[in-house]
């Protein structure tokens, strides 16, 4: 069976119209009959996404002599559109957690300076949290989309893999320095509140709102950093993603749930 019978199969099968197939390949309806009629030939990323959309592995696709084993599939292509959708999600979700987390933090220093017998603290305390859980609330859901991405091995176009890793490089340059001082600050905000809890001199009381400020201020810059860091590796290094023991256990899983 050649390509062109196989996308034609795959395609009845799925019962979609070759209009409804071109809008997900972003191609028009005529390439779709072509390339049924055997006139004409995808390019490599198309073949990609057809794959994906139908499920089927490459080797089917392409190989007259494979059958269609959703064992061999090598992965989930990940378009560049896909994944540049992602990391701006990620960086929007990530100001977002981020600032929810300092907000928190920040609750504090109304108690600490006033205490809570003063109304205007307690109203502070309040109008405070409250941001931080306004925050959290508009995170928005756009994340779920690109939940795949966690659970398949990815493949990507190899020019803008190159592109990507690049990007990820001179992010971990650009913000490695910016981490560590966020790190620094959490690490002293929660030493001096250590130190003060085990030595009991009252030294270092008068300076607790100063403590929390600074502890607020690297939760922002910490979590932020984490979070959008965590999704280029997520891309850039999935092979060690999807090498970690936890991976291939939920697959192991999902493979067993599907024969069952």
Known sequence: MEFGEKLFKLRKEKEYSQEALAEKLNTSRQAISKWENGQGFPETEKILMIGNIFEVSIDYLLKDSVENNEGNEAGYYVSKEMAE???????????????????????????????????????????????????FATLGFDQGQ???????????????????????????????????????????????????????????????????FLIAVGLYISVRGLTILSAYQLLVKNDEHTGRFGFKLKQKAKKKFEEF
């Open 85 to 135: 959708g992602f990391l701006l999600s990620t960086q929007k979700t990530a100001k977002h957690i981020a600032l929810g987390f300092g907000l928190f933090a920040l609750a504090f220093e109304p108690y600490l300076i006033m205490g809570t017998n003063s109304m205007l603290g307690v109203l502070l305390i309040i109008a405070i949290a409250a941001l931080g859980i306004i925050s």
């Open 146 to 212: 690109y939940s795949i991405l966690k659970k398949e091995v990815l493949l990507f176009d190899s020019n803008y893999f190159k592109e990507l890793s690049g990007r990820y490089e001179g992010f971990k340059r650009k913000n490695s320095g910016i981490m560590v001082i966020g790190a620094c600050l959490l690490a002293v905000g929660f030493l001096a509140f250590a130190l003060e809890n085990k030595l009991e001199m009252g030294i270092l009381v008068p300076y607790y709102p100063v403590f929390v």
